[in-house]
């Protein structure tokens, strides 16, 4: 109690804001909640997944991650980007290049394999794909990841033989039509 006889509610704020006009609900609420909040630090950022197999590259591939951590580090160094996404993505690429696994170009192609160049006829047009690395996939330039559903079904694939694509329809007819070395 104070001098006059009523209650000290000292740091503490009283509202009627939000309240019914005669209800005459009161609402309480304490500031130093409210302040420790508003400075709490940003929660740090998910990592980016990364496959469970085998982290093959190609000398090129091997090349892109040795690049990123330079980038990064620069970034990081210069002050500049989203510090949180900045050091996610340097968490990545550092265990990428610490479990990467360099396969060299093959000099004689005969069989559909890691790092080779495949030409394919689906659905009556002819396609050239190179298997890279899963942090190589760029399916613009027709350079896909080994992992994915089209290049496992053509993993071991020769030249004439024709492959399979397990979809949610029926299976797709591939025929190989050469292989040669990326």
């Known amino acids: 109690m104070n001098q006059s006889g009523g209650w000290a509610l000292p ?17 309480v609420m304490s ?4 302040k420790e909040i508003d400075d709490a630090p940003e929660p740090p950022l998910p990592d980016r997944p990364v496959g469970a197999g085998p982290n093959l590259v190609t000398p090129r591939g091997a090349g892109r991650i040795e690049a990123e951590i330079e980038r990064i580090d620069a970034e990081l160094a210069a002050g500049t980007g989203n510090k949180a996404e900045l050091l996610r993505d340097q968490r990545y690429w550092l265990a990428r290049k610490a479990t990467m696994q360099v396969v ?6 005969n069989v559909v394999a890691f790092g080779t160049t495949v030409s394919i006829r689906r659905r009556n047009r002819k396609l050239d794909l190179t298997l890279v690395g899963e942090d190589e996939a760029d399916p613009a330039t027709r350079r896909i990841a080994w992992t994915s559903p089209l290049a496992t079904a ?29």
């Open 154 to 182: 053509l993993l071991g694939a020769e030249p004439g033989e024709m492959v399979f694509l397990e979809t949610s329809g029926d299976p797709e007819p591939i025929e190989v039509l050469s292989v040669r070395p990326a």
């Open 11 to 27: 740091a503490i704020a009283l509202s009627l804001a939000g309240t019914s006009p005669g209800l005459g609900l009161l609402t």
């Open 104 to 109: 060299p170009p093959a000099h004689d192609a």
């Open 31 to 34: 500031r130093a909640f409210t």
